[in-house]
């Protein structure tokens, strides 16, 4: 049987004024509603600007692409920017054939 | 140790042999015997070879005031008691008045008979009470088990009566919730097979106490329920009046489940307190197990009347093309993905040609198969004013973006399907957020189709650009969706089946019939997979007729 890796995020703040989510294991359908009720959390409070890396996701489904839009949205919807600093291949892969690519901000 | 008995001791004061002062045992004196058997907390009678009571102590006259020295022991009332038969040294319980006794026999030579009397009410009462609730609790335990055991709502009513017949009553029905006209029934009777029926609606209202019990409303004691009153479709043919009555709601999650309806023969034994309280508890069992099964089977129904919106049509065979598909949905309803694929033809000589898509709803289960029967409903109304497909998919994107459900994201590839000149076909498609279709050639090289476009439903704008594809007579355009790319499986069990893997597979089935092609495709997704949990997997092939 598939085993999944667990999903773990993680919350740092570096650099003033902006927020670092760490995303790590699989975002999927079981999964996705952590990230969203995160991200709403994160921008009910002060939160202005938000990079994501993605380097440690294993695998994101269509569910966990969702969760995704649904936080650059509530991004927008706040007047914060999203941005994503780190991803793999297959995720910058997975970008290019959704066209979220031409949406998000990505690491060049 | 009775030499070391002290001389000053109670035994004392009654009068003591002086031989024991001595150290030497010496038989106590009458008066002696007759205080031990005083103070002795068993009831004595003593009587002669004659059957006269000639002692009685305290303890036995209080029991039965009617047994003194010089009567017989035989008269009065306690002369059951003390039967000739009663077999030497044996000890039987006898029931006097409200009292249970212990009585048991000893002979003392031939002339004396003695026997004692044990009041054993309390501690029988106390036993009873323990055999009963055991024997509650073993018929609770088993009705537990065997509720449990089904999620169907008739197989579940069955039991209930089953086992009320044969524990509580002569004969036990369930009534279940009543529809618009009639409500279904099962009855057990014992020794009888069981019988099933319905009845009208109105008719339940005859039965004291069932419109109360259907309604949910909690039982009401047996003795208020008047069992000559009770219509004949309750009683099975046969069963002789009824002479007592207890009609019980089942409770479900929050509706009731249908009553339980008892009833014993005339003659038989009333249903007391603590037999109701048992009813109410089995009730409350039966109850929770025949609304879990509803709901199963209502859900059941929900989920097979949803996924058949995800069911593929029959493919037509448009004219110099083939079309072949497969649509493998996840094995678990809850894990049922958003995958489809659809064919619409124009209408009888009406214009266009006939279009085809393949896409992916976002998440799993029931809303999944929900949006995409959506899509698909919502594509066919669209086609009736709309065909070119460059503007069909900005079209569904606002529609998907009015939507009001979470999520409504889709990604798709929609195609139109024209014959060319030669055998050729020509297939014109958008790609929107999904897995671009590969091309397989005649000479078996694959390549993969230029066109991309947003995912619809989450951007406010899904500009796509058509790509048009020609196919030579028996070369195929292949529309898939990621459950094929994305399967986790392979000799190590969690590595990505991918999209070079699909292109070197397809590239082995050149000059194959398209079905073949499907087929063959399907199977290496599957034997990747090796049983392991899968995501649906959808595949869609168009070839120009060899």
Same mark, same amino acid.
């Given at each position: 049987?598939?085993?999944?890796?667990?999903?773990?995020?993680?919350?740092?703040?570096?650099?003033?004024?902006?927020?670092?989510?760490?995303?790590?294991?699989?975002?999927?359908?079981?999964?996705?509603?952590?990230?969203?009720?995160?991200?709403?959390?994160?921008?009910?409070?002060?939160?202005?600007?938000?990079?994501?890396?993605?380097?440690?996701?294993?695998?994101?489904?269509?569910?966990?692409?969702?969760?995704?839009?649904?936080?650059?949205?509530?991004?927008?919807?706040?007047?914060?920017?999203?941005?994503?600093?780190?991803?793999?291949?297959?995720?910058?892969?997975?970008?290019?054939?959704?066209?979220?690519?031409?949406?998000?901000?990505?690491?060049? | 140790?009775?030499?070391?008995?002290? =001389?000053? +001791?109670?035994?004392?004061?009654?009068?003591?042999?002086?031989?024991?002062?001595?150290?030497?045992?010496?038989?106590?004196?009458?008066?002696?015997?007759?205080?031990?058997?005083?103070? /002795?907390?068993?009831? #004595?009678?003593?009587?002669?070879?004659? +059957?006269?009571?000639?002692?009685?102590?305290?303890?036995?006259?209080?029991?039965?005031?009617?047994? !003194?020295?010089?009567?017989?022991?035989?008269?009065?009332?306690?002369?059951?008691?003390?039967?000739?038969?009663?077999?030497?040294?044996?000890? @039987?319980?006898?029931?006097?008045?409200?009292?249970?006794?212990?009585?048991?026999?000893?002979?003392?030579?031939?002339?004396?008979?003695?026997?004692?009397?044990?009041?054993?009410?309390?501690?029988? !009462?106390?036993?009873?009470?323990?055999?009963?609730? @055991?024997?509650?609790?073993?018929?609770?335990?088993?009705?537990?088990?065997?509720?449990?055991?089904?999620?169907?709502?008739?197989?579940?009513? @069955?039991?209930?009566?089953?086992?009320?017949?044969?524990?509580?009553?002569?004969?036990?029905?369930?009534?279940?919730?009543?529809?618009?006209?009639?409500?279904?029934?099962?009855?057990?009777?014992?020794?009888?097979?069981?019988?099933?029926?319905?009845?009208?609606?109105?008719?339940?209202?005859?039965?004291?106490?069932? !419109?109360?019990?259907? &309604?949910?409303?909690?039982?009401?004691?047996?003795?208020?329920?008047?069992?000559?009153?009770?219509?004949?479709?309750?009683?099975?043919?046969?069963?002789?009046?009824?002479?007592?009555?207890?009609?019980?709601?089942?409770?479900?999650?929050?509706?009731?489940?249908?009553?339980?309806?008892? &009833?014993?023969?005339?003659?038989?034994?009333?249903? *007391?307190?603590?037999?109701?309280?048992?009813?109410?508890?089995?009730?409350?069992?039966?109850?929770?197990?025949?609304?879990?099964?509803?709901?199963?089977?209502?859900?059941?129904?929900?989920?097979?009347?949803?996924?058949?919106?995800?069911?593929?049509?029959?493919?037509?065979?448009?004219?110099?093309?083939?079309?072949?598909?497969?649509?493998?949905?996840?094995?678990?309803?809850?894990?049922?993905?958003?995958?489809?694929?659809?064919? %619409?033809?124009?209408?009888?000589?009406?214009?266009?040609?006939?279009?085809?898509?393949?896409?992916?709803?976002?998440?799993?289960?029931?809303?999944?198969?929900?949006?995409?029967?959506? #899509?698909?409903?919502?594509?066919?109304?669209?086609?009736?004013?709309?065909?070119?497909?460059?503007?069909?998919?900005?079209?569904?994107?606002?529609?998907?973006?009015? /939507?009001?459900?979470?999520?409504? %994201?889709?990604?798709?590839?929609? +195609?139109?399907?024209?014959?060319?000149?030669?055998?050729?076909?020509?297939?014109?498609?958008?790609?929107?957020?999904?897995?671009?279709?590969?091309?397989?050639? @005649?000479?078996?090289?694959?390549?993969?189709?230029?066109?991309?476009?947003?995912?619809?439903? =989450?951007?406010?704008?899904?500009?796509?650009?058509?790509?048009?594809? *020609?196919?030579?007579?028996?070369?195929?355009?292949?529309? %898939?969706?990621?459950?094929?790319?994305?399967?986790?499986?392979?000799?190590?069990?969690?590595?990505?089946?991918?999209?070079?893997?699909?292109?070197?597979?397809?590239?082995?089935?050149?000059?194959?019939?398209?079905?073949?092609?499907?087929?063959?495709?399907?199977?290496?997704?599957?034997?990747?997979?090796?049983?392991?949990?899968?995501?649906?997997?959808?595949?869609?092939?168009?070839?120009?007729?060899?």
């Amino acid at each position: 049987m598939l085993e999944k890796t667990p999903f773990r995020t993680e919350v740092r703040s570096t650099v003033p004024g902006i927020t670092l989510l760490v995303l790590s294991g699989d975002l999927d359908y079981d999964t996705a509603s952590e990230l969203s009720t995160l991200a709403e959390g994160l921008f009910s409070g002060d939160v202005r600007h938000l990079e994501l890396d993605l380097s440690g996701l294993d695998f994101v489904d269509s569910s966990g692409v969702a969760a995704l839009i649904n936080v650059y949205n509530a991004a927008r919807d706040r007047d914060a920017a999203m941005r994503i600093v780190a991803l793999t291949s297959y995720l910058r892969h997975m970008f290019r054939v959704t066209a979220l690519d031409q949406v998000f901000d990505l690491p060049a | 140790m009775t030499t070391a008995r002290p =001389a000053n +001791g109670t035994a004392g004061t009654v009068g003591v042999a002086a031989g024991d002062l001595a150290g030497t045992p010496a038989a106590p004196d009458g008066r002696l015997l007759r205080a031990i058997v005083e103070a /002795c907390g068993e009831g #004595v009678v003593v009587c002669d070879a004659g +059957g006269v009571v000639v002692m009685v102590n305290a303890a036995a006259a209080g029991l039965m005031p009617g047994l !003194a020295p010089g009567r017989p022991l035989t008269s009065g009332a306690a002369g059951a008691l003390f039967r000739p038969d009663h077999p030497e040294g044996d000890s @039987r319980r006898v029931d006097h008045g409200r009292r249970r006794l212990l009585v048991r026999r000893e002979s003392f030579g031939v002339a004396h008979r003695a026997w004692y009397l044990r009041d054993v009410t309390a501690e029988s !009462a106390r036993t009873g009470a323990l055999l009963a609730e @055991r024997h509650r609790t073993r018929f609770l335990m088993e009705a537990g088990r065997r509720l449990s055991a089904s999620l169907n709502t008739r197989r579940c009513a @069955r039991v209930t009566v089953e086992l009320a017949a044969a524990s509580l009553a002569d004969t036990a029905m369930v009534v279940l919730p009543p529809g618009r006209r009639q409500a279904g029934w099962v009855r057990a009777t014992g020794g009888r097979p069981l019988q099933e029926g319905t009845v009208g609606t109105a008719a339940t209202a005859s039965v004291p106490g069932l !419109a109360e019990a259907l &309604a949910g409303f909690p039982p009401v004691p047996s003795r208020w329920l008047d069992p000559a009153q009770v219509p004949g479709w309750l009683l099975p043919e046969g069963f002789g009046p009824a002479g007592h009555l207890l009609v019980t709601p089942l409770p479900g999650n929050g509706v009731p489940a249908g009553a339980l309806v008892l &009833a014993r023969r005339e003659g038989g034994s009333s249903f *007391d307190e603590e037999g109701e309280t048992l009813v109410r508890v089995f009730a409350s069992r039966a109850g929770a197990a025949i609304s879990a099964a509803a709901l199963y089977q209502e859900q059941s129904a929900t989920n097979a009347i949803l996924t058949a919106d995800l069911m593929p049509p029959e493919l037509p065979a448009p004219a110099g093309m083939e079309l072949a598909g497969s649509l493998r949905a996840a094995q678990q309803a809850a894990l049922i993905g958003g995958d489809f694929y659809d064919v %619409y033809l124009p209408e009888p000589g009406g214009p266009g040609e006939p279009l085809v898509v393949l896409g992916d709803v976002c998440g799993k289960g029931a809303r999944a198969a929900v949006l995409a029967g959506q #899509v698909r409903h919502c594509l066919r109304a669209l086609l009736l004013v709309e065909r070119r497909i460059e503007r069909l998919v900005p079209l569904l994107n606002r529609a998907l973006r009015a /939507c009001p459900s979470p999520n409504p %994201y889709v990604t798709l590839v929609l +195609g139109a399907l024209r014959a060319g000149r030669d055998g050729h076909a020509r297939v014109d498609l958008v790609v929107a957020g999904h897995p671009a279709p590969l091309i397989l050639r @005649r000479d078996g090289g694959v390549s993969e189709v230029g066109a991309r476009g947003p995912l619809l439903g =989450a951007l406010p704008q899904a500009p796509v650009t058509p790509v048009s594809v *020609d196919l030579a007579p028996g070369e195929v355009c292949l529309l %898939y969706s990621d459950g094929i790319t994305e399967a986790f499986g392979g000799p190590g069990g969690r590595e990505m089946y991918g999209a070079r893997r699909l292109k070197d597979a397809l590239a082995t089935c050149a000059g194959m019939p398209v079905a073949a092609v499907v087929e063959r495709l399907e199977q290496i997704s599957t034997d990747w997979l090796g049983g392991a949990v899968q995501d649906d997997r959808a595949l869609l092939a168009v070839q120009a007729r060899p």
